[in-house]
């Protein structure tokens, strides 16, 4: 079988014997032996012109490489094509022309897309679907009974205030001038939209210990309207949330127009201190968030020295037993000065040292200072990060009207309600 076969459109002998010589391949098939240069001058043509007037005049194909799919015969546009088409016919054994090849690519995306479309279908179908079942497990039915003001105790009053004062003030849309101060007001009635409520506390376990309180005293419901990926399900039930995904719903059985004077009357409860379990409950609140505190602030430093920290139960007992003698400010204090002790040492030693360790370093300065009775240094200043978390402005404010000047004193001197233990009362 000749390599190549050609089929002239022209009746001009000239042309046909130029477009002849210009094909013609010597014995092996392989090289063309009539250079352009030599043909130019036997048939007046410029050399560079020569492949455009074959083209013209003449179709050079090939009697064996035939496109797989639709079977027409591989034609040529050069020299050059063609030994590129032997070298890629002996190599692969087969050819596909353009356009079949552009059909089957064509219909390979069209396949892709549905198979894209079909499983977005899918996905949005399963959405609706964990959709539905939040909105029923969620649903709340109406003209349920819900607690008073007056019938809150001070840890569920202070949880209440701290859940709607996280996240910040909710700002309105309003583009309003720069001079003009943010509101703040909790009347707004977006705070009791649903919506995700986090950094209540300190801690992230403080926080869901805050939620699930709430919740379960009827102050805060999960939404029907959450959105599916702050749930976990399993097949048709839903089996966890994140407390920090989902959206809730305070007060949600306190008719919608009721709750800001609601949280109005609990505020000025907490203000006037008539709470039954004042003296009771008092003291264990302002230790849940002073250690919370501490635990966050040694984090942070940890953090800052360059070591991740998760807070264990050595870190919470030895805060427990801090702020019961010592302020804030001090306890701080003796976080940063053991922190950075701990992060110094730990940079001459040859191995990676657990940052846990701080804690222990912690404890052996402060029993230190004390042995030698030395005095119990404080910062001067409340450190800039991390900030006041929304329960600790809540309870201080509310409770005794004092901000920032809680931090500095310990809680003997803070003027605080008197700590009865249990044998005392
Ligand atoms: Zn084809």
Not at 132 to 154: N, Q, V
Request: proline share 6%; aromatic share 12%.
């Amino acid at each position: 079988m000749p390599p190549l076969e050609l089929k002239f459109l022209t009746e001009d002998a000239r042309l046909i014997e130029l477009a002849r010589l210009y094909w013609e391949l010597d014995q092996e098939g392989k090289r063309f032996p009539h250079q352009l240069k030599n043909l130019a001058p036997d048939f007046s043509v410029p050399a560079n012109k020569i492949l455009d007037t074959v083209l013209e005049t003449c179709e050079a194909f090939s009697p064996e490489i035939a496109c797989e799919t639709c079977g027409r015969s591989r034609s040529y546009r050069s020299r050059s094509d063609y030994s590129e088409a032997q070298r890629h016919y002996r190599r692969y054994g087969s050819w596909q022309c353009w356009d079949c090849y552009m059909e089957e690519e064509r219909r390979r995306r069209e396949e892709e897309r549905r198979r894209r479309e079909l499983a977005e279908q899918q996905a949005l179908a399963l959405r609706r679907h964990h959709k539905e079942l939040i909105r029923k497990a969620y649903a709340r039915e109406e003209g349920r009974d819900y607690l008073l003001p007056t019938e809150l105790s001070l840890t569920s009053a202070v949880y209440l205030l701290s859940g709607i004062k996280a996240g910040g003030p909710v700002r309105d849309h309003r583009p309003r001038s720069f001079w003009e101060p943010p509101a703040e007001s909790i009347e707004e009635p977006e705070v009791f939209s649903p919506r995700i409520i986090k950094g209540i506390s300190p801690t992230k376990a403080f926080d869901e210990e805050i939620l699930d309180r709430l919740k379960a005293r009827g102050l805060a419901a999960v939404s029907p309207e959450s959105e599916p990926e702050a749930f976990e399900f399993y097949d048709d039930s839903i089996v966890g949330y994140d407390t920090e995904k989902v959206l809730w719903q305070l007060l949600p059985d306190v008719p919608a127009d009721e709750r800001p004077s609601f949280v109005r009357q609990v505020k000025e409860r907490l203000g006037r201190r008539e709470y039954k379990n004042w003296h009771d409950e008092w003291p264990r609140l302002w230790k849940q968030i002073a250690v919370a505190e501490c635990l966050q602030f040694l984090v942070c430093t940890l953090n800052d020295c360059g070591y991740s920290y998760t807070p264990d139960a050595e870190a919470s007992d030895l805060f427990g037993n801090l702020i019961d003698n010592y302020s804030l400010a001090q306890v701080f204090r003796q976080i940063d000065k053991a922190t950075r002790d701990f992060a110094d040492f730990a940079r001459q030693q040859r191995w990676p040292m657990r940052a846990g360790r701080a804690v222990g370093q912690l404890r052996g300065n402060v029993e230190y200072y004390r042995s030698q009775g030395w005095e119990i240094f404080a910062f001067c200043y409340r450190p800039m990060s991390p900030a006041r978390s929304a329960i600790s402005k809540v309870f201080f404010n509310t409770t005794l009207g004092i901000g920032e000047e809680y931090f500095f004193k310990a809680p003997q001197d803070a003027g605080l309600p008197e700590i009865h233990t249990e044998e005392e009362a």
